[in-house]
Structure formats: C-alpha cells, structure tokens
C-alpha cells in the first residue's frame, strides 16, 4: 500500500473516446503530479499541481486535460487521443515542491489506444 | 540541461552476485538524487536518495549507493542479489522546474534480470 491509489488499472479506449483517470492520495501531501512512461522511454512528466493549483504543464497536448479539486485527487481527462498516447500513466504526490522531496507513486493505468 | 543517464538498458546478474547499476547526472548545482525501484506492474518505490553529506547512503532491501561529484555519478549496489530484486531500477535528479518548482527528471530505467 503506498498510499496513492489509481484507478482504472487498465483501460482501452477508441480515438474518438472521453475518458477519465483517478487518483487519489492519503498521504496529506500538498503536490500531485501525472507522469508518463512509455515503453524505452524516461518518465515524462506531465503536470504538477501545488495545493490544487497547476505549477507546470510540461508542453502536454490539450487532448489531455487535468483536473485537481482538492489537494487529495488528481483526474487527467482524455479525449481524441492517438496510438502514440497508449503507455502507463502514473500519478505521485510529495509532501511539498521542493527539488529534495520524495515523490509517492500510484500503481498506474495502463492505458490502450485503439 | 539537466539529464540523467542510465547506461545500461539491461542487465542480468545470477542470483547471489554482486550488483552495480550506473546512473550519470548533469546538473550544474549541488545534485539530489534518487534511486526508485519499479517491479512488474506495480508503481516507483524510493530506494534511497542523497542530498548532502556522507557519499555513501544506505537504502531499503539492502541496497546502497555511492555518490561521486568527480564522475558525476550516483551508482547503485547490493553485495548480493535475490530474485525478488529482479525489476526496473530508475536513478532521477531532483531539479528545479518553471516556476521555481521541484521536479524530478529520471533516466530511461534498467531491468535487472536475475539467473536462479
């Protein structure tokens, strides 16, 4: 149990789907991010979010929208995405931004275009 | 730019052998680094990190690692492998983002195989 919970831990949408993923952190920490790992690829990431709101949005396609109402979750919201998108998704949190601060990671969604 | 490099995509060491994972960083100031271990299907869990202090930090699941400012490097070692080690090892650099924000870039990862 790490404390940072993903779901759907699989999902296959078509290109013309919207769909949501989940995470949601128990930790009481103060920052959420999404990551993405492709396959020999580094983690890539996505956005960073600091007491709900966005700090960096790392030149992501707006085909990815995400969302934070609270500092305890963290939704990506997909629509019309590609082939090239499927990887898997991994949400984390850390207590706070700083550059020291240990990131908790989720599970991830493993996430399939077709 | 700020970087990590893990030279080695795979590697595959017996059971019971010794282990050392390489991991380069460019970075122009005072580096925090930090080792993450992801194993089939599961997310990243922290090994270890170094901020300052004694180069040499010792980790969870016997693991540690040794950091050197002259070579740049931040390598990872266990004296002696089990089969449960057998995953993907991710070395990363805390880094300053836009923004003034804390973001961690990582390397491409390495998969450990281990041999019964």
């Known amino acids: 149990e790490t404390g940072v919970t993903q779901t759907p831990r699989h999902l296959v949408m078509g290109m013309t789907n919207k769909k949501s993923l989940k995470c949601e952190q128990h930790?009481?920490?103060?920052?959420m991010y999404w990551y993405k790992q492709s396959a020999k690829k580094p983690l890539e990431l996505m956005f960073v979010y600091n007491f709900k709101e966005q700090t960096e949005n790392n030149s992501v396609p707006s085909r990815f929208s995400p969302e934070c109402p609270n500092s305890s979750h963290l939704f990506l919201h997909l629509h019309t995405l590609q082939p090239e998108d499927s990887a898997l998704y991994l949400c984390a949190s850390s207590q706070d931004l700083g550059p020291y601060t240990e990131a908790f990671f989720g599970q991830g969604t493993r996430l399939t275009v077709v | 730019a700020q970087s990590v490099t893990q030279p080695d995509i795979h590697i595959t060491v017996s059971e019971g052998a010794s282990l050392e994972l390489r991991c380069n960083y460019s970075y122009g100031a005072t580096p925090y680094l930090f080792w993450y271990v992801q194993s089939p299907g599961q997310g990243l869990q922290l090994l270890l990190k170094?901020?300052?202090?004694?180069?040499l930090v010792q980790g969870i699941k016997g693991f540690e690692a040794e950091f050197k400012r002259s070579q740049s490097s931040f390598n990872l070692r266990k004296p002696s492998v089990h089969w449960s080690d057998a995953a993907e090892y991710f070395c990363a650099v805390g880094a300053m983002g836009s923004g003034n924000t804390g973001k961690l870039i990582f390397g491409q990862g390495t998969t450990l195989q281990v041999k019964p």
């Open positions: 930790l009481g920490h103060n920052a």
């Open positions: 170094y901020f300052s202090g004694d180069t």
